[in-house]
């Protein structure tokens, strides 16, 4: 069986290379949501949606971050995508999505982001033991809360 890391590349090289083919790489329950578009819920409004509806005519989704968590079967991706829309205006625009994958290696869940990104909005506590000297200046010396 493959990584969440590869099934999540073969969807986008296959986004990038045969629209067409990226139904079946989806549940039969999956769900994409996307700005601009009501959610697309089940096999029917993905193929719509690649076959026609799509704005896009060609490109290239170019990774900068993937990062897998087994642990929930979720995969987080940020990059750039650039190519040309339908009407000949061509793209650059940064993307940053979460693909959630079945037991099966299908996508369940995807969500993509615009402008945002959920790398932004990680946050992490710490539980640090340190000589109290150490302490005072590390407080001191903080950049945020």
Not at 22 to 47: I, N
Not at 126 to 143: C, D, E, G, S, Y
């Amino acid at each position: 069986m493959s990584t969440l890391a590869e099934l999540a590349r073969t969807y986008y090289d296959t986004v990038d290379t045969v629209p067409a083919d990226v139904p079946p790489l989806f549940a039969s329950d999956a769900v994409y949501k996307r700005p601009g578009y009501p959610a697309f819920e089940g096999a029917e409004a993905l193929v719509a949606f690649y076959t026609g509806e799509r704005v896009i005519a060609s490109g290239k989704h170019g990774i900068t971050h993937l990062i897998p968590d087994e642990a929930s079967r979720t995969v987080f991706v940020e990059g750039v995508f650039t190519g040309r829309l339908k009407d000949g205006t061509e793209v650059r625009a940064p993307f940053a999505d979460v693909l959630e994958f079945d037991d099966a290696g299908l996508i369940r869940y995807l969500m993509r982001h615009r402008h945002s990104t959920p790398f932004e909005m990680c946050e992490i506590k710490l539980h640090v033991k340190l000589p109290i000297f150490v302490a005072r200046q590390w407080i001191r010396h903080r950049m945020a809360n």
